[in-house]
């Protein structure tokens, strides 16, 4: 690998060298993953993945994160935006709660209950709600299926697991809540969007600064849950 530096007036970017163990993918990524100032930042301070400046821009524009709040969040894994949640809910001195659900283990974050299943089982919305000890102020979801390469498969991946958030959001969301995902922009949103109008007064698409220009991702802003039937 190359040192990162100042050549020809320029800010050289660091490379990593050809190996017959490394594909042409991995060294990729491995440059974007060294070069990224993000991943550098959460680092320094002490967040478990650089997601967690997604979470941290879009709260600081809505201020769904307030003091005291009930959070759910699905497919917390490595945990970041729990860690996020967690500080800003005031979790740690217990003020707040943090629920955090995946498929995945995930080590321990201070004040957030963690439980390693998968959240379209029946039972989940019950267990959220005794974890919670009520209903939610706010569902998020930063999660993405294992990437198959092909990119029409991915993006119908990535919508069924958006879909089946919002569905349970439904479940657990107290009037007036707040529901944020992530999709990918590619022409299938339209019935995720339907359902999240027809529940909620306010609907938005944002790509936070934090997200890689490059990506397709997109986050999903929902608040003003209204419940069915009202």
């Known amino acids: 690998m190359t040192a990162g530096g100042r050549r020809g007036g320029r800010n050289a970017k660091a490379r990593i060298q050809s190996s017959k163990r490394r594909t042409a993918s991995s060294r990729q990524w491995l440059e974007r ?4 100032p993000y991943v550098a930042r959460a680092k320094r301070e002490g967040f478990r993945s650089r997601a967690a400046y997604k979470l941290i821009e879009l ?17 917390a894994a490595p945990g970041g935006w729990s860690q996020v949640a967690a500080e800003r ?32 089982q029946e039972s989940t919305a019950a267990w959220i709600g005794a974890a919670l000890g009520g209903q939610a102020n706010v569902v998020m979801s930063d999660m993405a299926a294992n990437a198959s390469g092909h990119r029409k498969t991915d993006h119908l991946k990535i919508m069924a697991l958006a879909q089946a958030a919002a569905a349970l959001a439904c479940d657990v969301l107290k009037p007036g809540g707040t529901f944020l995902c992530k999709v990918l922009q590619g022409g299938t949103e339209s019935e995720l969007l339907a359902r999240l109008k027809r529940h909620f007064t306010s609907v938005k698409h944002i790509k936070p600064a934090a997200s890689r220009a490059e990506s397709a991702e997109l986050y999903v802003l929902a608040q003003g849950f209204r419940q069915p039937g009202r």
């Open 59 to 75: 709260d600081d524009r809505y201020r769904f994160l307030r003091p005291g709040g009930r959070i759910v969040d699905l497919g």
């Open 89 to 120: 809910v005031g979790a740690v001195s217990g003020g707040g709660r943090v629920v955090a659900i995946d498929i995945l283990a995930m080590p321990a974050v201070t004040g957030v209950t963690f439980a390693e299943l998968d959240f379209t």
């Open 33 to 36: 993953q060294i070069n990224d």
